[in-house]
């Protein structure tokens, strides 16, 4: 099993920056996906961004690139997303999700069901 925990959520104003970190435990996850989440008030929980298996690739959902960096530390077994140039409308939890499956097309990373280990979120909220 692996659990994971979310922290650096919090309240920032518009185009202002945060850094959330995904730290995990119970096995090493250097060789899973890991995908950030996000669910907003009212709305369904989409993807964000996804670190590939085989940490050669990023993904981010069109909402957030350009302004979002996934990144992970293997020795610290821990993914971090950096998010600049908040907008109102990223105000959502943010989930860190890891999956032990090797996935082979993108559309695989965008998807919840293909991943298998979920935090319990870290609120952000960009105010206006």
């Known amino acids: 099993q692996v659990q994971l925990v979310e922290s650096g959520g919090g309240l920032v104003q518009a185009g202002g920056s945060l850094r959330l970190s995904c730290a995990a435990s119970g096995r090493t996850v250097s060789s899973y996906t890991m995908g950030w989440f996000r669910q907003a008030p009212g709305k369904e929980r989409e993807f964000a961004a996804a670190?590939?298996?085989?940490?050669?690739?990023?993904y981010y959902s069109d909402a957030v690139k350009g302004r979002f960096i996934i990144s992970r530390d293997n020795a610290k077994n821990t993914v971090y997303l950096q998010m600049n140039g908040l907008k109102p409308e990223d105000t959502a939890v943010y989930y860190c999700?890891?999956?032990?499956?090797?996935?082979?097309?993108?559309?695989?990373?965008?998807?919840?069901?293909?991943?298998?280990?979920w935090g319990q979120g870290t609120q952000v909220t960009v105010s206006s």
């Open positions: 999700a890891a999956d032990h499956r090797p996935k082979y097309y993108s559309g695989a990373y965008y998807a919840e069901k293909g991943y298998d280990y």
């Open positions: 670190f590939s298996w085989d940490g050669v690739n990023t």
